[in-house]
């Protein structure tokens, strides 16, 4: 099925480990984000890329690293795992600028004890 | 003050109300979305606008580049619309989203 895929939905880490999260979308988009979810805040950027080989740092960067080898995957990195960086992250994406559609993954919870 | 305002906060409702949620935003914006997401769920756009009005089944948004304010209206309200509607704005070259903080909708028998 077309759409944005984020893998695992659920993940439990310890304190300093390490992990990625995977999302992949097979609508051919240039632009893709990704986003944390925290209770009672809105949605906030924390890497996007606008094409393969190109990404850029967000509002929330700090602890996270991100790649785009390839139109279709753009994993977030989490290093060294902190308890500030449990949430549910959401991958997305658009075909373009300005009037494309979004589209979104449906989530990965975090929680790091 | 947030880029972005969403009123009210939570919204309880009987089935069949008509029902108005409001997003206010103070920047220059290429678009707007107007997003669902049930609890313990993904997010879904309903509508995406630059100007004037949708229309999807019982769905209505609008938007006022003007006045810099858009509205998302629920005709015949049911309890199936009961979720978080969240007003994102999508600014720049690189199509950045900066969101609100969602309006919890509670639509009851």
């Known amino acids: 099925n077309a759409g944005v895929t984020q893998t695992p939905k659920f993940r439990i880490l310890k304190i300093g480990q390490s992990m990625t999260l995977q999302c992949t979308q097979d609508?051919?988009?240039?632009?893709m984000y990704w986003y944390r979810q925290d209770p009672g805040m809105g949605l906030k950027l924390i890497y996007y890329?606008?094409?393969?080989?190109?990404?850029d740092k967000g509002e929330v960067p700090n602890g996270y690293n991100v790649s785009r080898s390839t139109t279709e995957d753009f994993p977030l990195r989490l290093e060294l795992a902190a308890p500030s960086q449990t949430s549910v992250y959401f991958c997305a994406s658009i075909t373009g600028a300005n009037t494309g559609e979004l589209f979104f993954g449906e989530g990965s919870r975090l929680t790091v004890l | 003050k947030n880029e972005v305002e969403q009123s009210p906060q939570n919204l309880t409702a009987q089935e069949g109300e008509f029902i108005t949620i409001n997003c206010s935003y103070s920047?220059?914006?290429?678009?707007l979305h107007w997003l669902q997401q049930h609890p313990g769920g993904g997010i879904v756009s309903l509508f995406m606008?630059?100007?004037g009005k949708k229309k999807h089944g019982r769905l209505i948004a609008t938007i006022n580049i003007q006045e810099k304010h858009s509205s998302l209206h629920i005709t015949a309200s049911h309890p199936r619309d009961s979720a978080v509607y969240i007003c994102?704005?999508?600014?720049?070259?690189?199509?950045?989203?900066?969101f609100g903080t969602g309006t919890r909708l509670q639509v009851t028998l």
């Open positions: 994102a704005i999508r600014t720049g070259t690189a199509s950045k989203l900066t």
């Open positions: 606008l630059s100007s």
């Open positions: 890329s606008v094409g393969a080989g190109i990404t």
């Open positions: 609508m051919n988009h240039n632009y």
């Open positions: 920047v220059g914006i290429s678009a």
